[in-house]
Every structure is written in structure tokens, then in C-alpha cells.
């Protein structure tokens, strides 16, 4: 009986321990583009289904040679439709898919999650139940999205990145005159602990930048 109950506590703490474990690590993608990487963190607890479907994406190739075919300072950069790789700009930002499928979308999952700046959010179309792979990474804050559009992730490193991105020549349209691509998709799996310090870093060598460029 002492070795029976012995074996059930020595179960029931390594259960512990994994999930323990598993509590404190994230998934991570990073996305590499042709103005640099980006690293991304994700909101599960709010927006589950919008998560699932990013990461399935990234892991399945469908993001890997897409384009930014919008891009807007001093408000965001648009991508992740599959219909940019086909070389006709004329139906850029008319394509998507989800993981569930062609002719699938994605139900709203609004959040109280505010659009700032490095905020990763969902591109839909006038039904709030339409989004699928487009999506949108903020440039600054745009508090007028907030509650309309499903946030489900942040930046936690290439903020400059962005701005690279953001600040390309673009025509009327706010379609960047060279190309802005999506390179690669890698999902990681990285310690919460690190993600956190990883975002801190960011924003702190941005406030140092602005400080200096204000001397």
C-alpha cells in the first residue's frame, strides 16, 4: 500500500510539473520578410479560433511569398492574402483562406484588447464573420478599431521592421511601388519569461531612439 500510494504521488507531481511547464511557454512565430523579422506573440484566451488559424498558416506555407498590399502611416500594414503571390495586383486584398478550408471564415472574436501600436489584428470585410488570412500589424495606435476587429496577437520584436514597411513609397492606392514579402513563417515555442523580456527590450531601445533623435 506504501509503494502504491508512493507511486501515485510521485504521478501526480510529475503531472504537476508538466503542466506546470506548459503554462509557462507561448508560441512564437517568426516571420521573416524582406525588410527583416518580426516576432509575434499571441492572445489565445481571447481570440482562440484567429490564433489557431494563424499559426496553422504559418506552419502550412500559405503565408510564405505573400505580400503587404496596403500599407498606411501612422496607421498599419496590410497582408496575408494568398491572391498577391499570383503576380496580378488587380485582386490583392480580395483572396484569403482559413485553416478550415476554401470558402471557409473565421466568426468575430472582438476583444478588449486596443489597437496600438505593434497590435496584430484580423482584416475582414463589412461582415464582422468574414475574416480568413488577411491580416493587419499596427503602425501607431488606432483606438476607432477598437471592438470592430478581432486583435489576437503583438509584436514582441521588429517594431522597425514595420516601419520600414510602412514608410516604402506607395501609390494612391496605399500599394507600396516595391514589393514588401513575406519570406518565411517559423513556429517556435519559446518561454514566457523570455517573450516578455524579448518585448521589453523592444520597446525600451525605442524609447532610447526617440530620445536621441529629440537631442
Known amino acids: 500500500m506504501i509503494l502504491a500510494a508512493a507511486a501515485v504521488i510521485a504521478s501526480s507531481v510529475a503531472i504537476a510539473e508538466e503542466t506546470k511547464e506548459k503554462e509557462t511557454m507561448e508560441t512564437v512565430v517568426i516571420m521573416t520578410t524582406n525588410r527583416g523579422e518580426i516576432a ?3 492572445f489565445p484566451e481571447a481570440a482562440p479560433e484567429h490564433v489557431k488559424n494563424f499559426i496553422a ?3 502550412d506555407g500559405t503565408y510564405e511569398g505573400t505580400l503587404f498590399h496596403r500599407i498606411i502611416p501612422g496607421f498599419m500594414v496590410q497582408g496575408g492574402d494568398p491572391n498577391s503571390k499570383d ?3 488587380g485582386n490583392d486584398g480580395t483572396g484569403g483562406i482559413t485553416y478550415k478550408g476554401e470558402g471557409t471564415t473565421l466568426k468575430a472574436e472582438f ?3 486596443k489597437h496600438e501600436r505593434g497590435i496584430l489584428s484580423m482584416a475582414r470585410s463589412q461582415s464582422p464573420d468574414s475574416a480568413r488570412s488577411q491580416f493587419f500589424m499596427m503602425h501607431q ?3 476607432s478599431l477598437d471592438g470592430q476587429y478581432t486583435v489576437f496577437g503583438q509584436i514582441i520584436d521588429g517594431i522597425e521592421v514595420v516601419d520600414l514597411i510602412v ?3 506607395r501609390s494612391r492606392s496605399d500599394r507600396p511601388d516595391e514589393d514588401q514579402k513575406i519570406l518565411k513563417m517559423v513556429v517556435e515555442e519559446w518561454e ?3 517573450v516578455n523580456l524579448t518585448r521589453d527590450a523592444m520597446w525600451e531601445e ?3 531612439a526617440e530620445e536621441a533623435e529629440k537631442k
Do not use: H
Open 40 to 42: 509575434i506573440r499571441f
Open 192 to 194: 514566457t519569461d523570455k
Open 111 to 113: 476583444n478588449d484588447i
Open 57 to 59: 498558416l504559418s506552419k
Open 141 to 143: 495606435s488606432y483606438p
Open 167 to 169: 514608410g516604402t513609397p
Open 87 to 89: 503576380g496580378n495586383p
Open 206 to 208: 525605442e524609447r532610447i
